[in-house]
């Protein structure tokens, strides 16, 4: 076996290892997932594991990142989507997103915050994968307003994290998309101030 294709071997178990975990640890919980679940779904032993990933805690990073990736893409392509929005419509939009993903059934809340409340002040690694998860969303969001001209764009954006990220948790407690409207509608309000 060459070294590109051991490569390609290696790199394909990790993502598999990833996206595994990820579901494991969405639908079960962080500290409720051990390592061996991790395994025997997998097929590959312990020993790969920690060959790729130092820790469970590596492992939770890195299904953070995987989160990361894959949300802000959703996100911002959602987003993207209705090109006859101004661009401060297009920022909350995000609601509708959220509103959708409830609407949908899909109640285990945001996967990087889940971590991070599962984990708060215990492992700061994994606090900084949520942190660095919602700084990039709340850039997008100040992007969006910067664009329609928005005074105070960087403080308003934060408002909206912070009502997006109180609908994530309110709608996930009551298991429908409410909240999120109502949240919507409070960010429309400081918008329009």
Known sequence: MNKETDSASKSL?????????????????????????????????????????????????????????????AISDYLEKDISKSPVDKAL????????????????????????????????????AYDAYVAAIQQLIEFYLENGNTANSKSLAMQIIILFEGAIIRSKGIGNSQPVKLAKRAAEIICNQ
């Open 13 to 73: 178990k990790r993502d598999e290892m990833v996206k595994y975990a990820y579901d494991l640890f969405y639908k079960n919980g962080f500290h409720a997932t051990g390592v061996d679940t991790v395994i025997e779904g997998t097929g590959i032993s312990k020993r790969t594991l920690y060959k790729h990933f130092a820790s469970k805690e590596g492992l939770i990073i890195a299904t953070i990142d995987y989160y990361h990736q894959t949300m802000y893409k």
């Open 93 to 128: 939009r995000i609601f509708d997103f959220l509103a959708e993903l409830v609407d949908a059934g899909k109640l285990y809340g945001c996967f990087a915050m889940n971590a991070k409340t599962e984990y708060a002040s215990k492992a700061k690694e994994i606090e900084a």
